[in-house]
């Protein structure tokens, strides 16, 4: 039995989709067989939003029939999983924006309904940011008072509600966790376009997360993922709070040519950069660079890339760990594939011990 | 380029479970696709292990224990699936066994709740099983109820974590033992149908903990597990509730659809020389002639309907004949032990099992 079914006749996009994503939609929570039934029942692009809101709802189903009988434990766990495969079934579906924001919709439900339920329990923070909101989920390590926290930045087609894996490895090292959408990123994708100047948006966190008294506001690390393994680096070249960082399959410098990329993540870029054409497009990714400031980063970082990685080559997580100024941990990974997700434990776990460490945690 | 028929047969039966139980999908890929052979079985998931393993103990070298835990208690996983059905090749599945029961034994005290090996007097040797404690246990004055946990034909306690977590998540304590012809027992110890005995000798031991409640106990098995448990619910009345997930009610009658592989790792396990042997041998794994009907504690039956191993009306008939409380969880689309959906059925046995043994709901 194939793990991945694979129909030769398929749309090219979904074929596309599946080819990228199977290792990191399942180490993300998306249960095996829901991945193999749900892609292999989807013949056209088209189908794909509808197809894992289908899946989803039943797992929202699980989620309130538990919670109706009073095992949150298990209802926090579906609705967990629900609110990723809602998810990935809107993370590029900007095709069909009104039936993106829908299931993108149940998605947000989804995870705040087990927030309150999941151990350790999370909290909807919203952080003002210019005249209109952000949002972010923060949670804290229990046991521990005031806390270390890593603001968590999301990529292009990531959001909050897909980060449940990787927050529980930082909190059961300490470490408190906010992860939020950024301009262009899930719910902040509706209202801000992507910033390529992504300090801005991470310092409103940072601002925010200070006039907290239950964390340590004073050791505050920062993490991304893809695109936001550019937007982590690039805020820590400007935000001095920040003390130490992790960026995931960044870029140094983007491309104004998307050639070779999948035309899906194409597309999901010009609709949030809010782009009326690729030319557009191209001009917004232009500005997403570290040339010239890279030699800002003083802070540690810890830098991980794959040599398989089809979207970001590993060249630039090489290129800015020979820039920055600060201690750099580089971690290129034989065989990764974007986000390394394929070999997730041979960095997940790492960059939370190093981080804690960073951060001043105890090394457990 | 067509694969050895047991190489087919393993994966088929076996991806799903692999995958819930801890490997990756990418290793489960690399590993089996690159097979052709079944002899290259033990061999190719002992190198994919020896991976894990080198991280694990460089980790812990460094001093991140948790870190390392998380490594060996994968490579565990791997070491086991390497000797899981090997039966052909007893040197080569020991060698293996040894590594699995050696990378779990140095991650047992890192791991969250921790745990410790424990052994259970039996028949003038041991069975060799962990224990382990709820964290809030140490929090409060109750002491936590416990559940024992038995592994089936070729699982064995260095699998099994993934399903023991639910349980210490609300608040039970976990005693996971390989009994007669499981995991390390097997070398010393045939399989047996009348697996009240091995039970009796593990409760006993329970008797004499003083960091359990001992009044409460539960029973948990899983595959051929499934039938153990409740068989053994049927004679120690010392068990508050049992849960039985995918067991056959009797194994002779579904001795002739089972694989290859499966039957020869029972002759193997139950130290018979032939099949003839061996079938006569499953005729002894039976709740018929009112065996069934002893069971008189809360029983929880999980199958899945879909179950090429075990069909799903064995489940049934023993929840008709069982005499207490009884709960059948069928799950539609499930396969064997339906690991393919598990989250049908994994937290909520684990509530149903907490709520049977007195805890608060979660």
Redesign the interface.
């Known amino acids: 039995?194939s793990?991945?079914p694979q129909a030769p006749e398929k749309d090219p996009r979904v074929q596309s989709a599946i080819s990228h994503w199977?290792?990191r939609f399942?180490?993300n929570g998306v249960?095996?067989?829901d991945f193999e039934q749900v892609t292999a029942g989807c013949e056209r692009w088209e189908d794909w939003c509808s197809a894992w809101s289908a899946r989803a709802a039943q797992?929202e189903e699980?989620g309130v029939q538990?919670l109706a009988?009073?095992?949150?434990?298990?209802a926090g766990?579906?609705f967990t999983?629900a609110a990723v495969c809602y998810h990935f079934g809107k993370f590029l579906f900007v095709n069909d924006l009104a039936q993106m924001k829908a299931a993108h919709t149940k998605a947000v439900e989804c995870r705040n309904r087990a927030l309150p339920l999941i151990?350790p329990p999370g909290e909807r923070v919203a952080v003002a940011y210019e005249g209109k909101f952000l949002y972010g989920n923060l949670r804290k390590p229990a046991g521990v008072a005031r806390p270390p926290v890593v603001v968590m930045c999301m990529g292009l087609d990531s959001a909050k509600e897909e980060m449940d894996d990787y927050e529980n490895r930082f909190l059961?090292?300490g470490l408190a966790t906010f992860a939020f959408d950024g301009p262009g990123q899930g719910e902040g994708e509706y209202d801000f376009a992507l910033c390529p100047e992504y300090e801005k948006p991470v310092k409103a966190v940072i601002d925010c997360l200070e006039r907290r008294v239950d964390i340590d506001s004073s050791a505050i690390g920062i993490w991304g993922v893809s695109l936001g393994g550019y937007f982590a680096p690039r805020a820590t070249c400007f935000e001095k709070r920040i003390k130490a960082c992790v960026a995931l399959s960044g870029a140094y410098q983007r491309s104004s040519n998307f050639d070779g990329r999948p035309i899906i993540n194409v597309e999901a870029f010009r609709v949030r950069s809010k782009s009326a054409n690729l030319e557009e497009a191209g001009k917004v990714a232009l500005r997403m660079s570290l040339a010239g400031i890279a030699k800002n980063i003083s802070c540690p970082i810890y830098l991980v890339a794959g040599t398989k990685d089809r979207l970001t080559p590993h060249t630039a997580a090489e290129k800015l760990a020979a820039e920055v100024s600060g201690p750099c941990v580089l971690s290129v990974i034989e065989g990764g594939n974007h986000v390394v997700n394929?070999?997730?434990?041979?960095y997940r776990?790492?960059t939370?011990?190093w981080m804690a460490t960073q951060l001043g945690a105890a090394?457990? | 380029m067509s694969k050895d028929a047991r190489v087919a047969s393993a994966?088929?039966h076996w991806?799903?479970r692999f995958?819930?139980n801890g490997v990756?999908?990418?290793d489960?890929?690399d590993v089996t696709s690159g097979m052709q052979r079944w002899e290259d079985w033990c061999s190719a998931w002992s190198a994919r292990a020896a991976v894990?393993e080198k991280?694990g103990r460089d980790?812990l070298a460094a001093?991140?224990?948790?870190?390392a835990s998380?490594?060996l208690t994968?490579a565990a996983v791997y070491y086991h699936f390497a000797k899981f059905l090997f039966v052909h090749d007893i040197p080569q599945m020991r060698e293996a066994h040894m590594k699995a029961v050696e990378c779990r034994q140095l991650a047992l005290p890192h791991q969250?709740p921790p745990a410790v090996r424990v052994e259970i007097p039996y028949e003038g040797k041991c069975l060799a099983g962990f224990l382990r404690l709820p964290v809030f246990s140490s929090q409060t004055a109750a002491k936590p109820p416990l559940l024992i946990m038995v592994p089936g034909l070729d699982s064995a306690k260095e699998e099994l974590e993934a399903y023991e977590l639910p349980f210490l998540?609300?608040g039970m304590a976990t005693l996971m033992v390989d009994g007669p012809g499981q995991g390390e027992a097997e070398y010393d110890f045939p399989i047996r149908g009348d697996y009240e005995v091995p039970v009796k000798a593990m409760v006993d031991w329970a008797m004499g903990r003083k960091d359990i409640d001992t009044t409460r106990i539960g029973l948990w098995g899983v595959s051929l597990g499934g039938y153990y448990a409740p068989r053994a619910a049927a004679f120690e009345k010392r068990l508050k509730a049992c849960i039985g997930l995918a067991g056959p009610y009797d194994f002779s009658a579904n001795w002739d659809k089972l694989p290859e592989l499966t039957r020869e790792a029972f002759r193997v396990r139950s130290h018979c020389k032939t099949q003839e042997e061996a079938k006569r041998h499953a005729s002894t794994l039976t709740l018929k002639d009112g065996i069934a009907k002893q069971i008189e504690c809360p029983l929880l039956i999980v199958t899945g309907k879909q179950d090429r191993l075990i069909p799903w009306q064995d489940a049934q008939r023993m929840v008709d004949e069982a005499s207490g409380p009884t709960e059948l969880l069928l799950v539609e689309d499930g396969n064997h032990i339906a690991n393919?959906?598990?989250?049908?059925w994994r937290?909520?046995s684990?509530?149903w099992m907490a709520e049977q043994l007195g805890l608060p709901?979660?």
């Open positions: 039995m793990a991945l199977a290792p399942v180490a249960p095996l067989s797992h699980l538990a009988q009073g095992y949150k434990l298990s766990a579906h999983r151990d059961s090292r394929n070999l997730w434990y041979r776990d790492q939370a011990d090394r457990c | 994966n088929a991806a799903p995958i819930s990756l999908l990418a489960f890929e894990h991280l980790t001093g991140y224990k948790l870190t998380e490594h994968r969250r998540a609300r393919n959906r598990p989250y049908r937290s909520r684990a509530d709901r979660q």
